[in-house]
């Protein structure tokens, strides 16, 4: 069965901290694609970014960086120097057949 | 560019009244649509998914129900609202492959008294 488990429900962290939100899967599918969104306040949920299974490059984007770990089945996202606008909600997702596994998020409060 | 409406934003309802709410994607053709229900802190429920028009699937057994009849336009609906039903309601839509990117509308916020 595919599944997405995000430990951390969550997380404070003062400002400019470095923060990892972690991801972890479980998929018998051979091709697969984990993403991670942000839900900020106004509930709308954000793209951040999209990554299939047989690219495990690290990607840094600005403040952003994802580790992908196919031995320990981990897709993990880390803000650099947080700031208040990160405060959200962060999810991680796995493709399945027609749909989205979701996990169950985590909130992280960046505290000025 | 591609965009994802959705009304209303804000809903407030008795329980056993009706409820219909639409989301409509500009700027693609052939879109899956779904729509997700959040409950208060809680994680994303996938309630029905549609690959085509007519074409309804569901993921939970419920007094909801949804309908595509038109390629771009995805509406959910109830005949009789429940007090569990209140809730975020998020439509998203992919390309043609399951495996691209949902991206999600604004939501709709419904409060069901």
């Known amino acids: 069965a595919q599944k997405v488990t995000q430990a951390q429900t969550e997380i404070s962290v003062v400002e400019k901290e470095d923060v990892t939100l972690d991801c972890v899967y479980e998929?018998?599918?051979?091709?697969?694609?984990l993403f991670w969104y942000k839900q900020p306040p106004s509930g709308e949920l954000v793209f951040l970014i999209r990554r299939n299974s047989f690219d495990e490059q690290n990607e840094i984007s600005g403040r952003y960086s994802w580790n992908f770990q196919k031995s320990t089945s981990s897709f993990n996202f880390t803000i650099t120097a947080s700031q208040v606008v990160d405060s959200a909600v962060y999810f991680c997702?796995?493709?399945?057949?027609?749909?989205?596994?979701f996990g169950t998020g985590t909130r992280l409060k960046v505290l000025a | 560019s591609q965009t994802i409406h959705q009304w209303p934003a804000t809903l407030v309802q008795p329980v056993g009244s009706p409820l219909s709410l639409e989301c409509t994607v500009e700027?693609?053709?052939?879109?899956?649509l779904y729509w997700y229900r959040q409950a208060a802190g809680r994680g994303l429920q996938l309630l029905f998914y549609s690959v085509g028009i007519g074409q309804i699937s569901s993921e939970v057994p419920q007094n909801l129900s949804a309908s595509r009849p038109q390629d771009r336009q995805f509406i959910l609906s109830s005949k009789k609202l429940l007090l569990s039903d209140s809730g975020f309601y998020l439509c998203a839509w992919t390309a043609d492959r399951s495996t691209d990117t949902q991206y999600f509308g604004p939501g709709t916020r419904l409060t069901v008294l």
């Open positions: 998929t018998r599918d051979t091709t697969y694609y």
């Open positions: 997702a796995l493709t399945g057949t027609y749909k989205y596994i």
């Open positions: 700027g693609t053709s052939n879109p899956n």
